[in-house]
């Protein structure tokens, strides 16, 4: 059975101090791992796909990374608009299901 | 357009109640789904449609029935729900070719009393 595990499961940071998250899987014949921003009483928002190990992406302060068993979203230098809860998942070829972690709450104080 | 729309925003129903989530995307997504996301958890998938027809029901409930009347629109009809019901249910869409990346709605907070 697949699985992603996200930790910290809560993250309070000082505006300008950069951080990690991390996301932990065990995907069979993994096609992409995923990385969604979600609100407070929102959608979830998609940020990055990443397809092999070694990829990396960016996005304004966020930079997302790809290992053989984990993934890495880097936030340098966030900002209070950061504050919200990052998702990671991950999905694996001939299967429409993309399995979620259970997230990481993140808070900027500025 | 690459927004998926969903109403209501929320709902508050009875358990003898009927009522009908809708979902509306015009960036020609052929895959549609249904999650359905409980407080500081993570999404759950419900439903997925594929070019108009059901393609996965993750053993939901029959209180719970999806309709895809057209590839544009995805419905959500709710009938005799429990208070353990209450959650936000969020639509998302995807193109046939990338089913990862899926566009969700705002979703609709759902209250079942």
């Known amino acids: 059975e697949d699985q992603v595990t996200q930790s910290p499961e809560a993250l309070r940071l000082q505006e300008g101090e950069s951080s990690s998250l991390n996301c932990s899987y065990t995907?069979?014949?993994?096609?992409?791992l995923f990385w969604y921003r979600q609100d407070p009483g929102k959608g979830p928002e998609f940020l990055f796909t990443?397809?092999?190990a070694g990829e990396e992406k960016e996005k304004e302060r966020l930079k997302a990374t790809l290992t053989k068993k984990e993934s890495f979203l880097h936030i340098t230098a966030p900002k209070p608009e950061d504050s919200a809860t990052y998702l990671c998942?991950?999905?694996?070829?001939?299967?429409?299901?993309?399995?979620f972690g259970t997230g990481t709450r993140l808070t900027i104080i500025p | 357009d690459t927004e998926v729309t969903q109403t209501p925003k929320h709902l508050v129903m009875g358990m003898t109640n009927k009522k009908s989530l809708k979902c509306e995307q015009h960036?020609?997504?052929?895959?549609m789904y249904w999650y359905k996301q409980k407080a500081k958890k993570p999404p759950e998938l419900m439903f997925v449609?594929?070019?108009?027809?059901?393609?996965i029901n993750e053993s939901v409930p029959s209180r719970f029935s999806p309709e895809c009347p057209n590839s544009s629109l995805l419905n959500l009809h709710l009938h005799a729900l429990q208070p353990e019901d209450s959650a936000l249910y969020l639509c998302?869409?995807?193109?046939?070719?990338?089913?990862?990346?899926?566009?969700f709605g705002s979703g609709t907070q759902l209250s079942v009393l």
């Open positions: 998942a991950g999905g694996g070829f001939g299967n429409e299901k993309l399995t």
């Open positions: 995907v069979s014949g993994l096609r992409g």
């Open positions: 990443l397809y092999s």
């Open positions: 960036m020609g997504h052929r895959a």
């Open positions: 449609y594929s070019y108009e027809k059901l393609s």
């Open positions: 998302a869409s995807a193109s046939s070719d990338l089913y990862e990346k899926l566009f």
